[in-house]
C-alpha cells in the first residue's frame, strides 16, 4: 500500500478507484492548516484551488507510484480545489503545538470538467435512430435535451472523445447544433454562443446554396464538420450542460 508521509504524520493513499475530481477543504481556527494534494505526474496543471492555478507548487514524488504531492497552505474557512480533466486525491494536514494529525478531505464530485467543479455531470446521448436535423432535434428536446453545442475548442474535444469512445463501429457521422440562417447564411450555433472556434474539414463550408446543417465525422479522432442536406439521415448528439458549483 503507498503511504502519505509528511513529518509526524502518515496515512494510506486512498485507492485510485476512490479519487475524485473536486473537494472542499478548509481551515481549523488556531491551527496551522494545509490541503495535501496527490495527483498523476502527468497532470499537475490541472489543480485549480478556487479559480486559480497552483502558485509555484512543489510537487514531490510518491516512491513506488506515478504520483506525486504538494502541500497548499489554507487560508479559508471553505476552500474548493478541483482538476480540470483528471482525478486526484485530497487531504487536510492541521498540526497545533506537538500534535499532527490528518483525514481524506470531502469529495463533491468524480467528474472532472474543464468548466469547474461538477455538482451534477452534463449529458451526452448518442440518438439511436438516424433522422433529419429537424427530426433529431424534435427527438434531443424530446428527452430533455438539446442538439449538441461545440462554440468552444475546449468544450468540442471533450465532448467529441466521448462521442468517439461510445460510438459503435457503424457510427460514421452524427448531426451538431449548428446550422445556417436562412436569412443572412451565416452559421449559428442552437445555444446562441459566438461561432468562434470551428473545426471544419478542408473545404467547408461550401457556399450558401450548399447544406444548410452541420454533421460531425467520427471516420477518425479529427472530427472534421461538413455542411449537409438537413433532410439527410444521421444520428443526433443530444446534450445538457453540467452545473457547477459557484466559486
Wanted: glycine share 8%; with cysteine.
Amino acid at each position: 500500500m503507498a503511504l502519505l508521509y509528511r513529518p509526524g504524520l502518515l496515512l494510506p493513499l486512498i485507492p485510485e478507484m476512490d479519487f475524485g475530481s473536486c473537494f472542499v477543504v478548509g481551515l481549523i481556527p488556531d491551527t496551522q492548516s494545509f490541503a495535501v494534494i496527490v495527483v498523476h505526474k502527468d497532470f499537475t496543471d490541472g489543480v485549480r484551488v478556487g479559480n486559480l492555478p497552483l502558485e509555484s507548487p512543489e510537487w514531490k514524488e510518491l516512491t513506488g507510484t506515478e504520483y506525486v504531492s504538494t502541500d497548499v497552505k489554507l487560508l479559508q474557512v471553505k476552500v474548493v480545489i478541483w482538476h480540470t480533466s483528471s482525478t486526484m486525491a485530497v487531504y487536510f494536514k492541521g498540526s497545533k503545538g506537538d500534535a499532527v494529525f490528518g483525514n481524506p478531505a470531502a469529495m463533491l464530485s468524480k467528474t472532472p470538467d474543464f468548466r469547474g467543479c461538477v455538482l451534477v455531470p452534463e449529458v451526452l446521448k448518442i440518438g439511436e435512430v438516424a433522422d433529419g436535423w429537424r427530426e433529431s432535434l424534435r427527438y434531443c428536446r424530446g428527452e430533455n435535451l438539446d442538439l449538441v453545442s461545440m462554440p468552444s475548442a475546449q468544450l468540442g474535444a471533450q465532448i467529441s472523445r466521448k462521442v468517439f469512445e461510445a460510438k459503435d463501429d457503424s457510427l460514421q457521422e452524427v448531426w451538431i447544433g449548428m446550422r445556417r440562417s436562412s436569412q443572412t447564411g451565416a452559421w449559428y450555433w442552437l445555444n446562441k454562443a459566438p461561432v468562434n472556434d470551428t473545426n471544419w474539414k478542408e473545404g467547408e463550408p461550401g457556399m450558401v446554396d450548399d447544406g444548410q446543417c452541420a454533421i460531425m465525422s467520427l471516420e477518425n479522432e479529427d472530427f472534421g464538420w461538413s455542411d449537409e442536406d438537413c433532410c439527410k439521415a444521421a444520428r443526433p448528439v443530444c446534450y445538457s450542460d453540467p452545473i457547477l458549483l459557484p466559486l
